[in-house]
């Protein structure tokens, strides 16, 4: 790691000069004293991605709700009401923005899109993690319902439609990441968009032309734990989590590809970071107090820890190699945060504290931007520029639906035995 004595003083001035941002000092020191004026201050994101963030999707496209019985969605959160709350939660959300949204249209005749309200990670262990033998026999039966039902399904095998999809590596349907690479993509869903929080480049569960979206954090909760603005960023890096994982890795190196586990072996004793397996109360406020916080990968690449860093101003650091942000379109993830290679993670503390002053200043102007912390929430109500209407935009920029769409008498796509003999059992 090496030692830390020749870039303290570099720190210390990156903690001062965090303090101002996202406020700018307004007067200049006199005689050694510094008295500081400070304003809000944030920074729009130029050119094309700060139009595509704020676009307005209402207009562009019209969605024809399936109307499932309730024992796909509405009877899975009367029985478990965790679902409500977890990092999961967004197909949920999702759902009940849609049944009130302009967007919506009672005609399946002039739909562009048709969506399924199928909800996948609400059936939950003790411990409240979704059962992913569960999920793909859920989707498979409202597959099943809709294409018995109605006839839209068949004349495309689902082209036209999407499915909100937040598992840890989305409809490969398992939370470790050998196990759903086995699995795949289930079959039934080879043709229809995805919009899901897993992103990775070259990845089997990630296919082309899938929405990436961010995980769910609670609006209301965060808002409640909002301190003043003016609070120094006394804290360099900021984490709290797990390391190792030895419940379900109990040898270790294969959670989170080892990344974290180096995090903690490295800078456990480092004065410049706060890491730790405690969640205290203070949690949320701990995040707005610091400058960096990390954003390291665990069993998947993605967790709500990228929505907090982005809604408190404080930089992400993101610790996952190939990954693919949420609303890459739309915000300058590289512009907001700091990208480290998991195989760079010793190399942290020389990586922060060289990063220059105005770099540092820069991506906490463009963090205080209130669109930006919009995209990244599911608020209820629903907000302008919030991520409900930034799915509704990407799947308005695909249309108009490409040739091939619509299928030809005697295609067929889909082969509805394929895949894991399990996912063929009744639901």
């Known amino acids: 790691m ?12 990156l903690l001062a000069a965090s303090a101002l941002s996202p406020r700018v000092a307004a007067a200049a020191a006199a005689a050694g004293e510094a008295e500081h004026a400070v304003q809000q201050h944030s920074e729009r994101i130029s050119g094309s991605a700060g139009d595509v963030l704020e676009d307005n999707p209402v207009g562009k496209l019209k969605v024809f709700i399936y109307d499932l019985p309730r024992k796909y969605n ?8 965790r679902c409500l709350n977890h990092m999961f939660a967004a197909e949920i959300f999702m759902h009940r923005f849609l049944l009130s949204s302009a967007v919506r249209t009672l005609n399946p005749k002039e739909a562009d899109w048709f969506y399924t309200p199928v909800y996948t990670t609400c059936d939950l262990t003790n411990a409240g993690l979704p059962l992913p033998f569960k999920s793909p026999r859920v989707m498979r039966s409202a597959i ?11 004349r495309t095998d689902g082209a036209d439609h999407f499915f909100v999809v937040p598992h840890d590596f989305a409809a490969c349907f398992h939370y470790q990441e050998e196990k759903a690479i086995e699995r795949g993509i289930l079959p039934l869903l080879r043709r229809a968009t995805l919009v899901q929080t897993f992103g990775q480049e070259n990845h089997v569960c990630l296919k082309e032309g899938s929405i990436i979206i961010p995980p769910y954090a609670p609006p209301q909760k965060m808002q409640a734990h909002l301190i003043s603005p003016d609070t120094p960023r006394s804290i360099f890096v900021y984490f709290r989590g797990l390391f190792y994982d030895t419940g379900n890795d109990p040898e270790g190196g ?21 890491i730790s397996t405690d969640h205290p109360a203070t949690y949320y406020e701990d995040m707005q107090r ?3 916080c990390l954003c390291p990968l665990g069993w998947a690449p993605w967790s709500p820890r990228l929505v907090e860093a982005v809604v408190f101003g404080c930089i992400p650091v993101i610790i996952a190699d190939d990954i693919v942000l949420p609303f890459a379109d739309a915000i300058p993830w590289e512009e907001i945060g700091v990208f480290v290679e998991e195989k760079d993670v010793p190399k942290l503390d020389t990586i922060l504290t060289s990063m220059p002053i105005d770099d540092i200043l ?26 409900f209407h930034q799915i509704l935009n990407g799947l308005a920029r695909k249309l108009p639906h490409p040739e091939g769409t619509y299928l030809q008498p005697g295609d067929q796509h889909l082969n509805w035995t394929a895949g894991p003999v399990g996912d063929l059992k009744p639901w």
């Open 2 to 13: 090496g030692s830390r004595t020749g870039w303290l003083p570099v720190a210390i001035l």
């Open 74 to 81: 509405k009877k899975m959160v009367t029985k478990d009401p």
């Open 254 to 274: 294969y959670y989170a590809r080892g990344a974290r586990a180096s995090l903690w072996e490295n800078f456990k004793s480092n004065p410049l970071f706060d």
């Open 362 to 387: 820069r991506k906490q102007r463009l963090l205080a931007n209130p669109s930006m912390k919009q995209a990244m929430l599911f608020p209820q109500p629903a907000q302008p520029r919030d991520a």
């Open 290 to 292: 610091a400058v960096f």
């Open 144 to 154: 099943q319902y809709i294409s018995n039902k109605w006839p839209f399904w068949n």
